[in-house]
């Protein structure tokens, strides 16, 4: 009959073969991490925003509405964001960390003019996240934050 002190010495010997496996075992999984960009370029992936897992439920349903690249979600932001918010169905807490790197994005230096047949002297331009830079009124150009205080109250230029 075997005493308890072989009995635990043998407990030690399977408990550290196991831990040993589990080690080796471990050592042996790869994996890739994504990273998050600080600040994200105009042209990254969705999902290399804070909350936006790569192919998670939140990437998946930005790509089903055609958003993939962060300045599409911050030209959607722009032009929607109640509708955006509710396409992502994000908890407050996640939804403010996604504005607030999302917003950290710089521009990219390219601009859209709009302008309505009728009105080619005028326009409103806009940079590549949907945010307004200016506009074009009677052959001249008038940049968003020097517009002249009537303009911002009534909206005619």
């Known amino acids: ?8 010495v043998a407990l030690e010997v399977l408990f550290g073969l196991l831990i040993l496996a589990l080690l080796q075992f471990s050592s042996s ?3 890739t991490a994504y990273q998050k960009h600080y600040p994200p370029a105009s042209d990254d992936e969705i999902w290399r925003l804070e909350s936006i897992a790569k192919d998670g439920p939140f990437h ?5 509405a055609g958003i993939h690249k962060v300045e599409e979600f911050l030209r959607q932001l722009s032009k929607d964001s109640d ?6 169905g994000m908890t407050e807490k996640k939804w403010k960390a996604l504005l607030d790197h999302a917003k950290t994005c710089t521009p990219n230096g390219k601009l859209y ?6 009105e080619i002297d005028h326009g409103v331009i806009f940079n590549n996240l949907g945010q307004l ?3 074009t009124a009677n052959g001249g150009y008038f940049a ?3 517009f002249p205080f009537q303009w911002k109250v009534t909206g005619k230029f």
């Open 83 to 88: 509708k955006l918010r509710n396409t992502l």
């Open 133 to 135: 830079s200016g506009v």
């Open 60 to 64: 998946k349903r930005l790509n089903e």
């Open 144 to 146: 968003a934050d020097r």
């Open 1 to 8: 009959m075997k005493s308890v002190g072989e009995f635990l």
């Open 113 to 118: 003019v709009y302008h309505d047949d009728s």
């Open 29 to 31: 999984i790869h994996f």
